[in-house]
């Protein structure tokens, strides 16, 4: 008999996030399984083991870090799965903080499909007295043309693969009609930790696609969402959503 997949368990609320992990692992021999929400990680964790457990910080309800204080309090419950953290602004004092929470492994968000996979391969390894090395955000891109823009995220985040670039574009594409439909409904209710949420996910989402300008667009609307500046939020979250549905409609 073929021995078992392995189960890889994905905790992020960024719908984006979840489809780039699954068409940059769907030729890996693994079981991978996403989730949206701490609550639901728990269940799938309490329903059988996985290997590795790969979670963001930040997410609506309970919180990435409550979800490793469950794992810490709880061994049971984590098994043997070694946990890597896949999150933005990872800060010196963040990274801290999680190796002690006993985290495998760290990753900044956006991640590349190679970065993405070279973890996966050593969390499934046999188990090794050494760390691997936090992974260092990338560099800005330069601001070059529109199409240089897409070809260096085509090298950095898709490991050189323009079909796989272009596929998980056409998903984006997809989820932004959403997305905007949903800020706009934040930015009616003036709910600024909504707008916050969206804005986080569409950082990394939009440097993915090769739009560090808008990247650094959606940081700013997310800093001010962040420090109750409401007047700058409502304008930045137009300007943005005007950015972001023209990239559909060039």
Excluded at 80 to 90: D, E, H, I, T, Y
Excluded at 209 to 228: F, M, V
Aim: glycine share 6%; with cysteine.
């Amino acid at each position: 008999m073929p021995a078992p997949q392995a189960r890889i368990l994905l905790v992020d609320d960024d719908p984006a996030l979840r489809r780039f992990a699954q068409m940059a692992l769907e030729d890996m021999p693994l079981d991978l399984i996403t989730c949206d929400r701490v609550s639901t990680a728990v269940q799938v964790l309490q329903e059988g083991p996985v290997q590795i457990i790969v979670t963001d910080l930040m997410m609506p309800g309970e919180s990435g870090l409550g979800l490793l204080q469950r794992l810490k309090e709880q061994p049971a419950l984590r098994g043997q799965a070694r946990v890597v953290v896949l999150s933005a602004g990872l800060t010196p004092a963040r990274r801290e903080e999680l190796v002690h929470m006993d985290v495998w492994c760290l990753l900044d968000k956006p991640v590349s499909v190679v970065q993405l996979m070279a973890c996966i391969n050593e969390g499934l390894a046999p188990a090794s007295p050494t760390k691997p090395p936090a992974t260092a955000a990338p560099e800005p891109l330069p601001a070059n043309a529109a199409r240089a823009h897409a070809q260096a995220a085509i090298e950095e985040y898709f490991a050189g693969d323009g079909a796989l670039y272009r596929a998980y574009r056409a998903t984006c594409l997809t989820q932004f009609v959403h997305d905007v439909h949903n800020g706009d409904t934040a930015a009616a209710a003036h709910d600024l930790v909504s707008l916050r949420h969206l804005a986080h996910n569409a950082k990394s989402v939009l440097r993915m696609l090769g739009y560090p300008a808008l990247s650094t667009q959606a940081h700013c609307l997310e800093e001010d969402c962040t420090r109750g500046r409401s007047a700058e939020a409502l304008a930045g979250w137009q300007a943005l959503r005007t950015a972001v549905l023209a990239i559909g409609n060039p």
